[in-house]
């Protein structure tokens, strides 16, 4: 069997209901009114890696939670480390403050 014959179950398809609200139609964070999702991939050159030469595979998603000034329009949020291996950026301030104020964005640690 390979991995287009056989599809793992989604959660909800096993019975597993997450939260109280229901899934948007694409069950998804763009299914939020007003969040913005952007992404950008890079992929630069061919053959092995020569560290300061390339090639080139990296990439970045950033989230705006609403359209409006972040910064002056602040929204609620959290933090949940699980295994503390990534390098989180204005967890100190997110945990003190308990805002988020600039958009969020998201990376490989090791792909920057």
């Given at each position: 069997m390979d991995s287009e014959t056989v599809r793992r179950p989604r959660a909800r398809?096993?019975?597993?209901?997450?939260?109280?609200?229901?899934p948007g139609p694409w069950n998804a964070i763009t299914?939020?009114?007003?969040v913005r999702v952007g992404?950008?991939?890079l992929v630069e050159g061919e053959g092995r890696l020569v560290p300061?030469?390339?090639p080139?595979?990296?990439?970045?998603?950033?989230?705006l939670p609403h359209g409006d000034n972040l910064f002056r329009q602040k929204?609620?949020?959290?933090l949940?480390?699980?295994?503390?291996?990534?390098?989180?950026?204005g967890v100190a301030q997110l945990d003190e403050l308990g805002v988020i104020e600039?958009?969020?964005?998201?990376t490989s640690t090791l792909s920057v």
């Amino acid at each position: 069997m390979d991995s287009e014959t056989v599809r793992r179950p989604r959660a909800r398809e096993v019975g597993l209901v997450l939260g109280e609200l229901p899934p948007g139609p694409w069950n998804a964070i763009t299914d939020v009114p007003d969040v913005r999702v952007g992404h950008v991939t890079l992929v630069e050159g061919e053959g092995r890696l020569v560290p300061g030469r390339g090639p080139i595979r990296t990439g970045v998603t950033v989230i705006l939670p609403h359209g409006d000034n972040l910064f002056r329009q602040k929204v609620p949020g959290a933090l949940f480390v699980l295994n503390g291996f990534g390098k989180p950026t204005g967890v100190a301030q997110l945990d003190e403050l308990g805002v988020i104020e600039t958009p969020i964005a998201l990376t490989s640690t090791l792909s920057v």
